[in-house]
């Protein structure tokens, strides 16, 4: 591949431009997947039951009020798409989602396994259709193996996926992140396999169907976990009740840091940014040593750091150049200088909900940059761009089909 | 069967610790060449000290360098070259390496690829349809912080996620291990998708700049449109969920053994409560809907922890599943390697390597997406320390002989780092006494049918 452009117009397109996509999910991980594919130039069409994706009854809501249209998850996962309703559990409904999918590359779905082919959409089905067409599906256990029809959950992906085996106190329960980790995680797996399915149909013509987990995401964070087992028989507990601070939130005057030794500091240094000469005792010299006695390192650690301020802190350590973090708030992230100076929140202006600031760059792109062209779709926002001039379908028959519970 | 995705491709790897080097070995996994670039005095830090994980029957060996678990399951399938790039002909051949290649992913600090002429602008001349993938802290450009040292650990304070993650009520708290490397690993498989895409069309490269701290914010985003909008601040609810009753984690039989479950509808508690032997619990107006189920969370737990803890924890995810309702056991590092799920679907890759390297053969994760018409799976063990530099430097490169001999005389290149140490192992019984390990299992090698 060479470029032998001398010039180039100014690109007002992103990476995927021409890529075209069905989204038919109704959960967070299928949304988030789509939303990315949108965020870098593809066009989705995000594909709702008439009364509309599991995820517009989802919380939070704009003004604690929970209205269809006012979901802050669904807006946030849905930015950059079109929107249309159809109901795949008519025969009408099946029948228009064939005539959809020859014009299409993707098909994102989140349903339980055997679900769509059992409505006779699956992927056989719709390849049959378009030979070329990817379809990503993402669930909880994935497309095969005894649990694939079992239901999952967030705290159910993070138990079978190793990370709680480690997270939380040794004698009290095992714990999962705060949110919705694991359903980000399979959206964004879903999102990175299939630019590189994209990438191989771009050289071979040929599809895929995509099989995501979102057990196996979460279990993909745990390779120090893993490995001490067929390397050498080990099970990692979870951290110990007392003495256990570095690495761990620690409470200071106005909220929690977090340190970790280790980066360009030295051990003299920590000791000179915390400020208590006891640090410097023989006893907390070598890192050997500090575990010997840590539950002592830790409370002249915490007494130390008990009349500081986070921000300060977090400041001071940076010119130390040590490993160092201050527990952020919600409403801090909404406001970090350092997330202004990465343009990472865009200005949505939503017909029901108005304007608010979203999350919405993930990662900066030089040439084909994150674009921010629309807010998530209203339900069946779209329904007559795509039924009567996409498929040409007659106003009259275009009201039959709302009319019959079909859009 | 078709081919791999990512067939004829050539990526360098000049990145360290965890986030870019595992997307690496994703990557291979998908059929890229990667070529894997560490200075003869700058070992990857998975090699040794804190991030090596586990040796091969808790033993250092010769070559304890090539040995460690985690260097060995992140740079699966690649190759690996030394090049001192403090050197101005370590720089020279890693100039003319990128002339060959598609992909340079780095984390180097923004001032030290300046310095050698390899930031983006520079990289391009070279080859100007190059895709460069960089991962910083903090991202590249002139805001506060991007000059900060940043890790994971930390940094999953500074993201967020410290803040909604803890017991129900108490302080805030941390999850799993180096969270947000993973979510960097991830974006920068969807950054290369994306810009090799582009490329095939256009034949234009670009530049992706991953800063960790702005994804992980990105899995935030619903907490701080919530404070954003409604003045909510978030916060700990342990394992509970938001609104579906009860969502917890509970003891089942046995030491150190938990069930997981949500219950998100009537039909199915009164399923659960004929499971417990409770039948009538379904009608009592404590627990018979949804919302007072929230309400009278607390002594709920009680109850259903009077049940699990004298149950197996698969017994009850099974029967749980059978009334409709998510469970599943919490899973440690033996348990995923014997549970027919994950078996079943050989998450698990066996990785078989040459008798030389005396590491017998070992299970590690693959990745969590199957493709129906390529065979994605680990392409081959991890290599030594600079294995490839013979096959890269002069086979790949056309070094001469004399130039290649020069430059091992002068540890340009090398085959054993010259710096770093490994720490001492602490024997398994003495682990188990100091809390390092919760558990360990002399016969794993036979009962994994790996001996």
């Known amino acids: ?407 | 069967m078709a081919r791999l995705p990512l067939e004829g491709i050539r990526i360098i790897d000049s990145t360290y610790v965890f986030a870019l080097p595992y997307a690496g070995g994703l990557l291979a996994d998908m059929g890229a060449e990667v070529i894997k670039v560490e200075g003869p005095g700058r070992p990857d830090v998975t090699r040794t000290g804190g991030y090596a994980g586990a040796f091969p029957e808790n033993d250092l060996g010769e070559d304890w360098w090539n040995r460690p678990s985690t260097y060995n399951l992140i740079h699966r399938g690649k190759k690996s070259i030394t090049l001192d790039m403090t050197d101005s002909r370590g720089r020279d051949m890693f100039r003319d390496l990128i002339k060959v290649s598609d992909v340079v992913m780095e984390n180097f600090t923004p001032r030290v690829m300046r310095s050698w002429d390899l930031d983006y602008p520079n990289m391009k001349k070279l080859k100007p349809d190059i895709i460069m993938v960089s991962n910083t802290g903090y991202g590249h450009g002139g805001g506060p912080y991007s000059s900060y040292p940043a890790q994971a650990t930390t940094q999953e304070a500074t993201h967020g996620h410290c803040w909604i993650t803890g017991y129900k009520d108490l302080g805030p708290a941390k999850a799993g291990a180096s969270f947000v490397d993973f979510l960097s690993t991830w974006t920068a498989l969807f950054a290369i998708g994306t810009a090799l895409r582009y490329r095939n069309k256009t034949g234009q490269g670009q530049w992706a700049d991953i800063g960790m701290y702005q994804a992980g914010v990105m899995f935030m985003s619903e907490y701080i449109l919530d404070a954003q909008v409604n003045g909510r601040e978030g916060g700990r609810i342990g394992n509970r969920h938001p609104y579906r009753a009860p969502q917890g984690c509970y003891r089942a039989l046995g030491d150190d053994q938990w069930i997981t479950l949500s219950v998100g509808d009537d039909e199915s508690w009164a399923g659960m409560c004929r499971l417990m032997g409770r039948p009538e619990l379904a009608a009592d107006p404590d627990y018979a809907d949804l919302l007072s189920r929230q309400r009278n969370h607390d002594q709920l737990d009680s109850l259903i922890q009077g049940w699990t803890s004298g149950v197996d924890k698969y017994e009850l995810m099974h029967a749980l599943q059978g009334v409709g309702i998510p469970a599943g056991p919490v899973l440690n590092s033996k348990d995923i390697h014997y549970d027919p799920q994950f078996k079943s679907r050989g998450f698990l890759e066996r990785v078989d390597y040459p008798k030389e390297r005396q590491m017998g053969s070992r299970m590690f994760i693959g990745r969590p997406y199957k493709f129906s018409n390529s065979p994605l799976a680990i392409q081959g063990p991890s290599p030594t320390f600079g294995q490839h530099n013979d096959d890269v430097l002069q086979g790949l490169l056309g070094v001469d002989g004399e130039t290649y001999q020069s430059l091992v005389n002068d540890a340009v290149i090398a085959q054993v780092p010259t710096t770093g140490e490994a720490t001492p192992r602490v024997p398994q019984t003495e682990a188990l006494e100091r809390g390092l390990l919760a558990d360990w299992d002399p016969d794993y090698l036979n009962s994994l049918g790996l001996a």
């Open chain 1, 1 to 407: 591949m060479t470029s032998t452009q001398s010039h180039q117009a100014p690109l007002t397109h992103g990476p995927l431009d021409g890529v075209k996509v069905l989204d038919l999910s109704e959960d967070i991980a299928g949304s988030f997947c789509g939303r990315l594919l949108a965020d870098y130039g593809a066009d989705v069409l995000k594909i709702e039951p008439p009364t509309g994706a599991a995820l517009r009854r989802m919380g939070p809501f704009f003004g604690d009020d929970p209205h269809p249209e006012k979901s802050l998850f669904y807006l946030v996962m849905n930015l950059n798409k079109k929107g249309a309703t159809l109901n795949l559990e008519t025969v009408t409904g099946q029948k228009i989602l064939k005539r959809l999918v020859p014009h299409v590359d993707v098909v994102i779905e989140s349903y339980r396994p055997g679900y769509l082919a059992g409505l006779g959409v699956g992927y056989d089905d719709l390849v049959a259709e378009n030979p070329s067409l990817i379809m990503t599906s993402i669930t909880p256990f994935g497309q095969t193996g005894p649990y694939s029809q079992y239901q999952g959950e967030e705290v159910v992906s993070y138990a079978m996926g190793l990370i709680m085996s480690i997270s939380g106190i040794q004698g009290e329960e095992p714990l999962k992140h705060g949110g919705f980790q694991a359903q980000y995680e399979g959206g964004l797996n879903g999102a990175a396999s299939t630019s590189m399915a994209l990438f191989m149909q771009g050289n071979t013509g040929e599809g895929q169907h995509i099989d995501v987990s979102v057990t196996e995401c979460v279990a993909s964070t745990a390779m120090a976990t893993q490995t001490m087992y067929p390397f050498m028989g080990g099970t990692l507990p979870r951290r110990r009740p007392s003495g256990s601070n570095f690495g761990h939130p620690m409470p200071c005057k106005d909220g929690w840091i977090i340190v970790q030794t280790g980066g360009g500091a030295t051990w003299d240094t920590i000791a000179d940014f915390f400020g208590d000469p006891r640090l410097k005792e023989p006893k907390f010299a070598e890192p050997a040593q500090r575990i010997r006695n840590t539950v002592e390192l830790d409370q002249v650690v915490l007494e130390s750091i008990k009349e500081r301020g986070k921000w300060d802190l977090f400041t001071k350590a940076a010119e130390a150049r040590m490993l160092f973090g201050l527990v952020q708030t919600p409403s801090e992230l909404l406001e970090c200088p350092q997330l202004e100076s990465r343009n990472f929140y865009r200005d949505v202006d939503h017909p029901v909900i108005g304007k608010v600031k979203v999350p919405a760059v993930l990662f900066n792109l030089s040439l084909t940059p994150y674009q921010y062209t629309g807010p998530a779709p209203t339900l069946g926002q779209h329904n007559a761009e795509i039924y009567v001039d996409g498929l040409e379908y007659t106003r009259e028959d275009y009201v039959r089909l709302r009319q019959l519970n079909v859009i």
